[in-house]
């Protein structure tokens, strides 16, 4: 391709709504109504970034490490939709961001970051993903100026700084994207692939990038959907916000949470209900749940995990009761299995279970007093994420799972049971179910959940207060 001047081009490169502008000439349209005859297209990953640069915004590929429109400080980033089950779109993956460098990442600060010059201001362009399809070929649905907002940053900034001094303190090979809220730092590359040298330790580190969460993305996609317009120039703060701008400024996102809890911790639950206005008087089954949600919330809404902040980090907030005895009867539920998408999904690290396995809890602990009369107080509560040694049982229960659903032997017989005592099993929310859900032979079958053991828990709890009486 010949250069152009930029005088030439049909938008003004220096203006972001200029380019933003000009970007919903692709909407509902390919690159293949925009390319020329002789054009080679490029191979891999990010290709497809590239090949709008080149075809529709006239631009030549820079290996420069700022932003793609430099003149402009804006970051062009191509992310796939997927079609749900009611022909919804919904988010495919994670926003990758910039590769971490870990030798170099150490010596920088946010604001002089690669992720911060480049990424602070982006123009998203969301295309529907297509198996085994030309990207010539995808077709763009959306187009979005974004601008990282102030009270994002701050919480953003927390994540950055939590993920460099995990680097600093030679645990690289320990990253999780749990370890953080909005950005994360996500697995790049196949297993097998070479180690990268890491400061201060002479481990090998997978290969990671910072990347903005999916449960991040599913926030803007929301708005985007709300709008009813295929192009937006900007994202609204929520309603049901926990947490402040100005607070955030004095504090962590997680310390302001923990404070909250203080004033009530080692007070019953009838106490604790008393003094927050939560109405137990018919003794609801949630009301555990109901009284912590209080506490989180400040009373500001009514499902802390449905609030901007929980949203966004695919946080979600959890209840345990242990008796009196130290055991805790119950397991952990978390969302029905979806054999569609654990079908179709060939890496692990894509999966929505890993997504959820992988993302942070808010761990809410209530202890029994006496035996079998639940008079239960509020004795403790923290944050949590799945250490990398239980990832990998989780990811053998999802290559289970998944071999079980392409051979249709969805039913109790094949699933990991909780009497395996291997941390995690399959089993029904409801012992009586009679809707199925969507398989891939077209037939539909009966609705599995995914389960944490008991037992599991109860060591979740356990490792929790070791470490606390270490601090």
Known sequence: MNNIIKSQLPYDITSPSSIFNYS??????????????????????GSLGQMVENIYFQLETNNYAGADFSTAKMEL?????????????LIKERLVCNMINY??????NFERSHFFLKCQLMLLLFYLHQANCDKLDLEFIFSVLWRLPKKDLLIIRNDYELIVEKIKQGKAHELSEGDTMYLGACRKGQKGDSLMHQPNSTIGAPRRAFSLKMAYMRSILKYVLESGK????????????????????????DEIILKRFRPYLNLSYKTI???????????????????????????KCSNVNKSEEFLKAGLTMKTIRVQANGKIKEAM???NINYIEIAKCDNWFDSRLYELFSSRFLFVIYQ??????????????????????????????WNHIKTNVLANHISEQYWWKGTDRRKFHVRPKA????????????????????????DYVREIVDCHNKNDKKD
Request: proline fraction near 4%.
């Open 368 to 397: 029994e007093m006496h035996k079998g009369q639940e008079d239960y107080m509020l004795s403790d509560v923290f944050f949590w994420t799945m250490p990398q040694k239980d990832l990998e049982v989780a990811e053998e229960y």
């Open 230 to 253: 295929n192009a937006v120039t900007n994202i609204p703060k929520l309603e049901s916000e926990l947490v402040s701008f100005k607070s955030l400024k004095k504090h962590s996102f």
């Open 273 to 299: 209900a008393k003094k927050k206005n939560v109405d137990i008087s018919n003794n609801p089954k949630n009301k555990l749940a109901l009284i912590a949600n209080a506490i989180v919330s400040s009373s």
């Open 333 to 335: 539920s978390f969302e």
């Open 103 to 108: 030798c170099e990442v150490v010596n920088e």
């Open 24 to 45: 919903k000439g692709l909407l509902g349209k390919t690159l293949r109504d925009f390319v020329w005859l002789d054009y080679k297209p490029k191979k891999g990953k």
């Open 431 to 454: 012992q009586k179910s009679k809707d199925l859900a969507p398989t891939i032979n077209g037939m539909g079958a009966k609705k599995f959940c995914y389960w944490f053991n008991n």
């Open 77 to 89: 980033k191509c992310t796939p939709l997927k079609e749900g089950k009611q022909g919804e779109y």
